[in-house]
């Protein structure tokens, strides 16, 4: 079965440095990745995709994730850190042999320190 | 498109009752999902429909959630007795037909059982 594992259930930064919020799959063919953002009280909105393009990826807000096959990697990162950053992450996967499932990782709480 | 629409954005029931959540999708998409989101669990795949016919419902927890698409406008996941384990916030997701596109979310159900 596919799977997506995100390392982390909180991350804490500084604003101004750099974020780098860590999401592993698990598939025996390559999937399409997302990743989410959630505000509070607020329903989930993309921030970028995978989908066997570019490997580098670029979304909104100045964030940006990296397919790496050999890794089973899709890492999120963004050089600098805002305070409007802070929200909970979500890493999902869909395709390959999920019959059209959108499968989610736990998430990742980003806290943004002045 | 005004989005996906659900309702009530905040339930209050008593344990025992029946509670009835509603989604209302995007026009034209094929994919609806129904998760549920809490502290302990994140966010878990309950049901999905494609094409208004339930593809895997092996994430709904007990036979006391049930979840109906009776057509391509309107779903419902109704919970019936409700208890207080079922607290959590109810999201709806659609997508189109291909699975390397964006599910969009709802704004959520906060469901409270006292």
């Known amino acids: 079965a596919q799977s997506v594992t995100q390392l982390g259930s909180h991350v804490s930064v500084s604003e101004g440095a750099l974020v780098l919020l860590r999401c592993n799959y698990s598939s025996s063919v390559p999937p399409y990745l997302f990743w989410y953002v959630q505000y509070p009280n607020q329903g989930l909105q993309l921030l970028l995709k995978?989908?066997?393009?570019?490997?580098l990826v670029k979304g909104i807000n100045g964030f940006e994730a990296e397919f790496k096959k050999s890794e089973t990697s899709f890492h999120l990162t963004k050089p600098s850190a805002h305070m409007s950053d802070a929200a909970e992450y979500f890493c999902?996967?869909?395709?390959?042999?999920?019959?059209?499932?959108?499968?989610f990782g736990q998430g990742t709480i980003l806290t943004v320190h002045p | 498109d005004a989005g996906v629409i659900q309702s009530p954005r905040h339930e209050v029931t008593e344990m025992g009752q029946e509670v009835t959540l509603r989604c209302k999708p995007i026009s034209g998409h094929d994919y609806l999902f129904w998760y549920r989101q809490t502290m302990m669990r994140g966010l878990e795949l309950l049901i999905y429909f494609n094409n208004n016919v339930p593809i895997d419902d092996s994430g709904m927890p007990e036979d006391r959630f049930s979840a109906k698409m009776p057509n391509a406008s309107f779903s419902t996941l109704k919970i019936q007795p409700s208890e207080p384990r079922d607290s959590a916030v109810y999201f709806c997701?659609?997508?189109?037909?291909?699975?390397?596109?964006?599910?969009?979310f709802g704004q959520g159900t906060r469901l409270t059982v006292v």
């Open positions: 997701a659609s997508r189109p037909g291909r699975e390397n596109t964006e599910a969009f």
């Open positions: 999902a996967l869909a395709g390959g042999t999920s019959y059209g499932k959108l499968t």
């Open positions: 995978y989908t066997s393009a570019a490997t």
